[in-house]
């Protein structure tokens, strides 16, 4: 299976949301931040790598308001999410240099003609001074709140078009009476970013682009330039009634595997839980953001407290309750005797504001005892979160123990690897219910762009299907690797010490999911491992084809010791199941552990 490094994964992908990493030397390399890996990365996973059609829509705006010498941008979808920017950056630095941050907002022209029915979009600026890139690089990552691909390349277009104006109108100015004087105002082209880098932008030589296009004096016809440009008709009702079909296929009310209009008007009454509807469901960027967010929410919603980080996390999470608020409780192990502690500490008075874990974690496989989490919560008063990315609803039902399940609509609802999203959904039995859906009323905002939205939609029809297959298939491949003396531990749920709690949360037809990881007896025998699977290779996991990466590698590489810590081998390999026939998968996994026979001992 020729990788190109670098390369979108999958192949000839244009938003393609993982990226070719098929050695374990190339994944070193690109941690180190080697040439020889990072300058022929074509993309990346989103909230990690900007996209090239993001690249170039910040060259192009800092053109036109900043120094392109000097400043860089980070983009957002709305001012809100923009400002959770901004004042991260501010709390970063000195009161001196708080001036030189700022924000730029290009809303469509007033004197476009736009239908009702037209999609538009406004994009918020942060604009600072390239020193300041890695922290701003902090917020596109961990919030998951940064604008998409998708949105990027249509408003680098519209931008070009005249369709995307700065707003210059009193109320913006007074949002930010700070805000200093500019670079140069001339507009040269169009920019382009060569690389990921974070705090550059390179101007182009093409040719420019009058002033006047800015003006728009004569109206021109919006839908001409979708039409145009894109080839299609983006429209405003057909986005709306995707996003309606995703929320009640997250709730559950939602199964069939038809066309839109016939989806909408055969959903069930049931759900999930009893009670539950499509109303309970937030659609957001990223499964980062829903997370992210509904922190952000119990935060306005109830007293700020410390948080507790339950079990192994993704990252990017136990980040998220370290950066903001007022900190967090980390219980790494996710153990009963995590839990004896932290009710020892509820009897003595401490109180908190939510439990955030996974069910099951990631890349250990642990289920936490969300029963006792559950009773812990009732008593004490503090929410529990539920990240059920990795086994998904279908398979576990963790809803009716949680206030809120956050879910990556990236990995396996959607499949195809070339769309992000993420939901929050709120247990309408929940003790907070009634609290949380005032405060949802009142922050939440809909930044999901619409053309993601139909891409996710299509996708996840199928969903059912492909889960049943997968799982299926997950099982018979840990078992071949459970029964070789080459491999020293299979990490999955059917195979872990806490698989009667997965179990008590198993739906009556769900599976075990189609994620597991496994180590080996030394660095070198997972290297050959690695290197000889032929599947595709890289960062995400739920995809339609089998997807592998050095996950602990990646995801900590900065702090392999501390990973170590919590039993979590610096040398696992994670491998997401995909819809390939078992025969084909068996042959290409028993080809790697001939791999890792051959290697010295």
Not at 59 to 77: H, I, N, S, Y
Not at 474 to 495: F, G, H, R, W
Not at 523 to 548: I, Q, R, W
Not at 568 to 585: H, N, Q, T
């Amino acid at each position: 299976m020729l990788q190109v490094l670098g390369g979108t994964v999958p192949p000839n992908t244009d938003h393609a949301v993982s990226v070719s990493l098929p050695t374990w030397r190339a994944n070193v390399g690109y941690e180190e931040g080697e040439d020889w890996v990072i300058s022929k990365m074509v993309c990346g996973y989103p909230r990690f790598f900007v996209h090239p059609s993001i690249q170039k829509l910040v060259a192009e705006l800092v053109q036109r308001v900043g120094d392109p010498e000097k400043e860089t941008a980070t983009l957002f979808a709305s001012i809100k999410t923009a400002r959770i920017c901004q004042s991260f950056i501010l709390s970063k630095i000195t009161p001196e240099q708080a001036q030189t941050v700022r924000i730029v907002n290009f809303v469509p022209s007033p004197n476009a003609n736009v239908e009702p029915t037209s999609i538009t979009s406004s994009v918020a600026s942060v604009i600072y001074p390239k020193d300041f890139a890695s922290i701003a690089k902090q917020v596109w990552q961990h919030s998951g709140n940064g604008i998409s691909s998708r949105r990027g390349e249509f408003c680098l277009r519209a931008l070009q078009d005249g369709f995307l104006v700065e707003d210059k109108s009193s109320s913006a100015a007074d949002v930010f009476p700070q805000r200093p004087c500019k670079g140069p105002r001339r507009y040269q082209g169009r920019g382009s970013l060569s690389g990921p880098s974070w705090g550059s932008s390179t101007p182009s030589t093409s040719s420019p682009t009058p002033p006047s296009s800015n003006g728009l004096e004569e109206g021109p016809d919006y839908g001409q330039f979708i039409e145009e440009r894109f080839g299609r008709n983006l429209s405003a009702l057909h986005a709306k009634q995707a996003k309606i079909a995703v929320r009640k296929r997250i709730a559950g009310v939602l199964t069939a595997d038809v066309e839109l209009p016939e989806a909408l008007e055969t959903a069930s009454t049931t759900g999930r839980v009893d009670d539950i509807s499509e109303d309970d469901v937030y659609l957001y960027p990223s499964g980062m953001s829903s997370i992210f967010n509904s922190h952000q929410i119990l935060m306005t919603a109830r007293e700020p407290r410390k948080s507790i980080c339950f079990g192994f996390p993704y990252t990017d999470t136990l980040k998220i309750l370290q950066k903001w608020g007022p900190g967090c409780l980390f219980y790494g192990h996710g153990s009963s005797e995590d839990l004896d502690d932290l009710e020892n500490r509820l009897k003595n008075g401490e109180r908190f504001l939510a439990l955030f874990t996974e069910a099951p974690g990631n890349p250990l496989l642990k289920t936490p005892d969300l029963i006792r989490i559950r009773a812990l919560a009732d008593q004490y008063d503090f929410a529990v979160v539920v990240d059920e990315t990795i086994s998904n609803f279908l398979n576990i039902n963790v809803l009716r123990y949680a206030d809120i399940v956050a879910s990556s609509l990236t990995k396996i609802f959607s499949g195809d690897s070339n769309v992000m999203g993420g939901s929050a959904i709120l247990n309408p039995h929940g003790q907070y219910y009634q609290k949380l859906k005032e405060t949802f009323a009142q922050e939440f905002e809909d930044i999901y762009w619409a053309e993601d939205a139909v891409f996710l939609e299509r996708n996840s029809r199928d969903f059912i299907a492909r889960i049943e297959k997968i799982n299926s298939t997950s099982e018979q491949i840990t078992a071949m690797l459970k029964e070789s003396p080459l491999v020293k531990d299979v990490y999955y749920p059917k195979y872990s010490p806490t698989r009667p709690l997965y179990d008590s949360l198993r739906n009556s037809k769900g599976g075990y999911g189609g994620l597991f990881s496994v180590t080996f007896h030394s660095n070198a025998e997972a290297v050959a491992f690695y290197d000889t699977l032929e599947v595709l290779k890289g960062p995400s996991l739920g995809t339609n084809f089998t997807l592998s990466s050095p996950y602990v590698l990646l995801a900590h590489y900065g702090e392999l010791d501390w990973a170590r810590s919590f039993n979590v081998d610096p040398d696992l390999v994670r491998i997401s199941v995909g819809l390939e026939e078992v025969p084909d998968l068996r042959a290409r996994f028993q080809a790697a552990l001939d791999a890792v026979a051959k290697v010295e001992k």
